[in-house]
């Protein structure tokens, strides 16, 4: 059964500092993975999809990696923001057609000015 | 991407009685997806609803207690039947128009009292 697990569960960082959060799974039969925000009330923002046979993806500030033969990703942030502050949730596609993804529990990160 | 209204954003419900979600999709998808996000827990799928067919639920999760309609392929409910405290989440639904794009609504927010 394929489990995924985020650390930390909470962060706290002062504006401008990098910062990584680290995600890893169980089984590495996987399609894809994927890094979500979810800001309270809000539903999820897509970041960052890595397919199976991609190491890396970036978009702005925001560096995702996938390492599927140790079953680890972590997300980079560079430069943070008090606009960064917000839950970061990876989900893995499991191989098949099903479509369903399977999530962490999410790391809450808060960005201080 | 597509884009999801999702309704209502919130409710109160007393237990016992019976809340419908709906999720109406701006463009025509086959799978759409329902999850549940229990107080400081992660996502965890309840069902997959495919236009035309049964939805497949999720281990732990039955056609009883969360009935679900898919009448075409833009939009679908999901039900929350005789609810208890326990029921109180926030329930999303999500569609896949396809790698690598996964859409989710924005929430709706159930406490049960």
């Known amino acids: 059964k394929q489990e995924v697990t985020q650390i930390p569960a909470a962060l706290s960082v002062p504006e401008g500092e990098n910062l990584v959060l680290n995600c890893s799974f169980t089984?590495?039969?996987?399609?894809?993975l994927q890094w979500f925000r979810q800001d309270p009330g809000k539903g999820l923002t897509s970041l960052l999809l890595?397919?199976?046979?991609?190491r890396e993806q970036t978009s702005g500030r925001l560096n995702a990696s996938l390492d599927k033969s140790s079953g680890r990703s972590t997300l980079y942030i560079a430069a943070s923001q008090p606009g960064d502050s917000a839950t970061y949730l990876c989900?893995?596609?499991?191989?098949?057609?099903?479509?369903?993804?399977?999530f962490g529990q999410g790391t809450t990160l808060q960005v201080k000015p | 991407s597509a884009v999801i209204s999702q309704k209502p954003s919130r409710d109160i419900c007393q237990r016992g009685t019976s809340l419908t979600i709906q999720c109406q999709v701006d463009?025509?998808?086959?799978?759409m997806f329902w999850y549940r996000q229990q107080p400081g827990q992660s996502l965890t799928l309840i069902a997959t609803?495919?236009?035309?067919?049964?939805?497949?639920?999720e281990s732990g999760f039955v056609i009883d207690k969360f009935p679900i309609s898919r009448p075409n392929l833009t939009f679908s409910t999901l039900t929350v039947s005789n609810m208890s405290p326990e029921d109180s989440s926030i329930y999303l639904c999500?569609?896949?128009?396809?790698?690598?794009?996964?859409?989710f609504g924005s929430g709706t927010r159930l406490t049960v009292v």
């Open positions: 089984d590495s039969a996987i399609y894809n």
């Open positions: 463009s025509q998808v086959t799978m």
């Open positions: 609803a495919n236009q035309g067919s049964e939805a497949t639920y």
């Open positions: 989900a893995v596609r499991p191989l098949g057609n099903t479509g369903k993804l399977i």
């Open positions: 999500s569609v896949s128009t396809g790698v690598p794009d996964y859409t």
């Open positions: 890595i397919q199976s046979s991609q």
